[in-house]
């Protein structure tokens, strides 16, 4: 079946411009997570959710970051007015389990965001 | 928040030696995973570490978890090229995972 899928795969912004990342989770998936990858590191949390529910939002660096998932299914990260340091791979993952729960996460191919 | 520190960062190995890769954390963890991302790829599970003393082995894989689990381990025997990639290990606490540097790992063959 299907996958998680990200878009777009790839994103050159200007220093100052919002962002939106969208994914797109493995249908039924409860959990939802956002990831920030910087190269040859492992990946960082940022914030997850379960159903629309934005359960833990401290891995997100400042105020610029939000994350929404309305529907309890596709989720958007948005980065506004971005800044260099902002380039990394962002990563989503999603994963059966509900709250408290420990399951395996199936992570997306990433949207590499570059700021200049 | 919870740290788990994996050593060595980087494992080149001859085809067909044995790799070993080791995360320790400072405290207790109620579990932990391993993820294997190739190079240009994204992270894939490979397994969940539960229990105390738990070894767990997939084909050539052998993963522990500590007796304190405060420790863990990925051993795999006589690698291949198909072997490549890095390995992370991930630290749950509820839902939330806090991964490791990794071990990248390379095989000449």
């Known amino acids: 079946g299907a996958g998680v899928s990200q878009s777009p795969r790839y994103k050159v912004t200007k220093r100052g411009q919002d962002v939106a990342l969208r994914c797109d989770p493995i249908s039924g998936h409860v959990s939802l997570y956002w990831y920030r990858q910087a190269l040859g590191q492992g990946p960082e949390f940022l914030t997850y959710?379960?159903?629309?529910?934005?359960?833990?939002k401290s891995g997100l660096p400042n105020d610029r970051f939000s994350a929404e998932r309305p529907e309890g299914s596709i989720s958007t990260l948005t980065i506004q007015r971005t800044e260099q340091r902002d380039s990394a791979m962002y990563r989503c993952a999603s994963s059966l389990g509900g709250a408290q729960s420990s399951y395996e996460q199936y992570f997306g191919p990433g949207t590499r965001l570059t700021v200049t | 928040g919870q740290q788990v520190m994996q050593i060595p960062q980087y494992q080149h190995v001859q085809e067909g030696e044995d790799f070993t890769t080791y995360c320790n954390s400072s405290?207790?963890?109620?579990?932990i995973q391993w993820y294997k991302q190739r190079p240009g790829g994204h992270p894939v599970f490979l397994i969940q570490?539960?229990?105390?003393?738990e070894v767990k082995k997939q084909k050539r894989l052998t993963f522990q978890f500590g007796e304190a689990k405060k420790n863990s381990s990925l051993h795999i025997t006589a690698t291949q090229t198909t072997d490549v990639g890095t390995y992370f290990c991930a630290a749950s606490s509820g839902s939330r995972l806090t991964f490791g540097e990794g071990t990248q790992l390379t095989v000449n063959p």
């Open positions: 405290t207790t963890l109620s579990n």
């Open positions: 570490l539960v229990k105390s003393g």
């Open positions: 959710f379960n159903y629309e529910a934005q359960q833990d």
